[in-house]
């Protein structure tokens, strides 16, 4: 059995074990404050020999680095030296001495490095070759000083860098110094320059300056696919890719400012040159680097597109310059039926070049899109000024008709079609049936304004699209629903717009929208989308109708609230439902954004503004009885308080306590009802929202008003509701009405104390001031229990 100690001795034990351990933990705080001060004077002492550990030093730079930057900065100094020999100090010598000279140094220099590389001093070697590459360029000056001074000096250079480019190239292939890497790269770049400073130098023209770059760029291309060494690779894809870049800017250019069919086919055959070496390169590279090759292929798809493009361009009219591009764009599609012809790498290219360009000429269509879509937006300004001639005039409202519009419809069309037939992959498939509708139902929204026909059948092909789009958005798959479905909401939208012209037209199509759109709600899958619609045509009916009948906006609002009442009910009846719940809150959004629109249309007049209120309070009301939406109770008081307010102040009521009573009486009922469901709830939550709207305005009011009704009432309210606190233990109507009822009486005595006042002598206030002071000095401490008593039960109150 366990034995239980008495509690006298349990807190005697209890006493011990804690003084114990208060012991133990000064012992331990004191033992780490002597660990810390120890290590810190290990820190702070200068390091003695025996602490370190003798290590070897660690040399900053490795010794194959310091080479090189030694052998790099020697070989600078030297090229300096002979530029400075050969600028210089070359007039001091004869004819023959100046070749001797430099012939001796040049030829020594380029056969150092054969018995160096013997020795194995291959960073020497290549330092001295890079010097003797040097040394060729300044004989190359040299003798053009010389001896060939009258020689041109663009031709001369054209000349000199084709014979260095082969010398280097004959050098760095010599078996005795096939193993140095500078030579062969230096003579690429070498090679870069005399086509086209040969071009430049004959004065050929612009054609013939571009294709000595496209030229350069395939000899390029050769070393660049089939040099052994890395770095000639590189330093020859690189020429090719400048060279190539600035030929086939060159020739663009010259095909987008040809003036005739020849200048084009002249820039369109340098085009094809460039498509011809991507092309070749893209062959090459299709094994090894697919990606590399797929873009090859594709640029030389472009490439083929613009050369083809830039003579039918000069042979069209201006609008059909798109569909021609298109056209050929296509045809490169032909690749898809070549089988195993072509490699994959260049199918797959030729056959993103064409998507490229059949994305661009979508690109040229966004235009005359857009003026379709957004031009009927002019109409706001211009409501039910007169229906227009057409459709086009229906469309550009003010704005200018782009004059290359006719062929629109035919590059949405063509795509189409690419996209349906054409698509055969298994990823892209269903991403193409998709796109394909809503290419043609843009073909279908751009016609009416392209043929300019009459305003009512262009109305009618926009109703019909918007009905055809949400009966596909019922039907489809989900991909191709969201895409009907935007088409369907953005058509309808054009055709509102477009309605403004006429009022007979416009409520006609409001109404028919209205319809469409709640007929579509009836598929749960679209409801959170058209039901809301729905309801914003309704509330646009309903304003436009009341406006066709001449009433005022006020009078309009009354019809509005037609739409939040019919809201707050669907929304009920779709919380009944899962799968049509999540269309609730789009709904209650809606409705709410019509209540605003009544209650802003009723504004100027201010009768029926608080009509319109108590409507929406109703509304509100209705909608707070669903368990999930209590907290609109609160919304719809406010509502019923504003419109109470409302038709006080059209009565033009100045009383404060008309207007602060309607909020007391609902928020004290509230309030008891919340103290009833949670009797701990504070006083003040239930009860001071209540208390305050009216004492305190009235409070306000009577320390202004003259009269003794009001202060009396006021102070028999406030002597009340202090007696209920009292009584019932409650702190806010005890605090509220306990300090109304001493300014009440203040403001009511205040007069009398004036009175006596000014008839006391001067000296009486301030020594009744002193005895008072002193009274309270002398019994400080029993007042400061009293306040202390007070506070507590204040606290114990709720």
């Known amino acids: 059995m366990t034995h239980q100690p008495p509690p006298a001795e349990e807190l005697r034990l209890l006493d011990a074990e804690l003084h114990r351990l208060d012991a133990r933990r000064a ?87 054969v018995p160096l590389l013997k020795r194995g001093l291959r960073s020497t070697a290549e330092s001295l070759a890079g010097l003797g590459l040097a040394l060729t360029v300044l004989d190359a000056y040299a003798l053009h000083e010389a001896a060939l001074d009258s020689t041109d000096g663009t031709l001369y250079a054209a000349a000199a860098s084709a014979v260095l480019a082969a010398a280097w190239a004959a050098y760095g292939l010599l078996p005795a110094v096939r193993s140095l890497r500078l030579p062969l790269p230096c003579a690429v770049a070498a090679a870069q320059s005399p086509l086209t400073l040969w071009a430049l130098a004959t004065d050929a023209g612009p054609y013939a300056v571009t294709a000595a770059l496209l030229v350069t760029a395939g000899l390029d291309a050769v070393p660049a696919l089939r040099a052994p060494d890395a770095a000639v690779r590189i330093c020859a894809l690189v ?47 299709a094994g090894p ?151 043609l139902g843009a073909t279908a929204l751009l016609l009416p304004a392209i043929l300019e026909v009459p305003y009512p059948a262009g109305l009618a092909v926009l109703a019909v699209v918007a009905a055809v789009a949400l009966y596909l958005a019922r039907t489809t798959r989900t991909e191709a ?158 509502l019923f308080v504003l419109a109470a307010w409302v038709r006080l102040a059209a009565w033009q009521v100045g009383t404060p306590e008309a207007y602060t009573l309607p909020v007391t009486v609902p928020a004290l009922l509230i309030g008891v009802l919340r103290r009833r469901r949670d009797p701990l709830a504070s006083s003040w939550s239930a009860y001071g929202p209540g208390l305050a709207a009216t004492l305190l305005p009235s409070l306000a009011a009577a320390w202004t008003d003259p009269h003794w009704t009001r202060p009396l009432l006021l102070g028999t309210a406030a002597l009340a509701v202090t007696l209920l606190g009292a009584r019932h233990h409650l702190q806010a109507p005890l605090v509220l009405g306990g300090t109304v009822l001493a300014l009440v009486t203040l403001h009511e005595l205040a007069p009398y104390v004036v009175q006596v006042t000014g008839a006391l002598p001067r000296w009486a206030p301030p020594a009744l001031a002193g005895l008072l002071l002193l009274a309270l000095g002398a019994t400080y401490e029993q007042r400061l229990r009293d306040v202390r008593r007070v506070r507590a039960v204040l606290g114990r109150m709720h």
Not at 27 to 45: C, G, P
Not at 385 to 399: K, L, M
């Open 27 to 113: 012992q331990l705080l004191a033992r780490r404050a002597w660990l810390v001060a120890a290590l810190q004077q290990m820190q702070t002492r200068p390091v003695t020999p025996q602490d370190q550990v003798a290590a070897p030093p660690r040399p900053e730079t490795a010794a194959p680095s310091v080479q090189n930057v030694l052998l790099v900065l020697g070989g600078i100094l030297l090229t300096l030296a002979a530029a400075v020999f050969t600028l210089v100090s070359w007039g001091h010598l004869g004819i023959t001495g100046r070749a001797l000279v430099l012939g001796a140094v040049t030829l020594a220099t380029l056969l150092a490095p």
């Open 481 to 638: 629903r969201i895409t009907a479905l935007v088409l369907a909401l953005v058509t309808s939208a054009d055709l509102t717009l477009q309605s403004l012209a006429s009022r007979n037209v416009t409520l006609v199509v409001l109404s028919l929208a209205t319809a469409l759109l709640a007929a579509a709600s009836r598929q749960t899958r679209l409801t959170p989308f058209t039901a809301p619609a729905a309801l914003v045509y309704g509330a646009a009916l309903a304003s436009a109708t009341g406006a066709a009948a001449g009433w005022p906006p006020a009078r309009t609002a009354l019809l509005v609230l037609v739409v939040p009442a019919a809201a707050a009910l669907l929304a009920t009846l779709l919380t009944t439902r899962p799968e049509t719940s999540r269309a609730t809150v789009p709904v209650e959004a809606t409705g709410a954004a019509a209540a605003l629109l009544a209650i802003g249309l009723a504004v100027t007049d201010p009768p029926l503004l608080a009509v319109v209120l108590a409507a929406c309070a109703v509304v509100a009301a209705g909608t707070a009885l669903r368990p999930d939406r209590r907290p609109v109770g609160y919304a719809a008081t406010a």
């Open 289 to 439: 680097a697919g990606w590399h090759a797929r873009g090859l292929a594709a640029l030389s798809g472009l490439l083929t597109v613009a050369a083809l493009g830039g003579v039918v361009r000069t042979a069209v009219p201006g609008a059909w310059t798109v569909p021609a591009h298109l056209a050929l764009g296509v045809a490169l599609l032909a690749v898809l039926r070549t089988g195993r012809l072509l490699p994959d790498a260049l199918r797959q290219g030729l056959v993103h070049a064409s998507a490229a360009v059949q994305a661009l000429a979508l690109l040229s269509v966004l235009p005359v899109a857009a003026l379709v879509v957004l031009g009927p937006v002019g109409w706001l300004g211009r409501i039910w000024s007169g229906a227009p001639s057409d459709a086009r005039a229906a469309v550009a409202v003010e704005a200018p008709w782009p004059s290359d519009a006719v062929t629109a419809p035919l590059v949405l069309l063509a795509v189409a079609a690419v996209l349906a037939w054409t698509v055969r992959a298994e990823q892209w498939r269903p991403r193409a049936r998709t796109a394909a509708p809503v290419l």
């Open 239 to 285: 020429g090719a890719y400048g060279t190539g870049g600035c030929g086939v800017l060159g020739a663009g250019w010259l095909s987008l400012t040809a003036d005739g069919p020849v200048a084009a086919a002249r820039a369109g055959a340098l085009l094809v040159l460039a498509a011809a070496i991507a092309l070749g390169a893209a062959w090459r590279l």
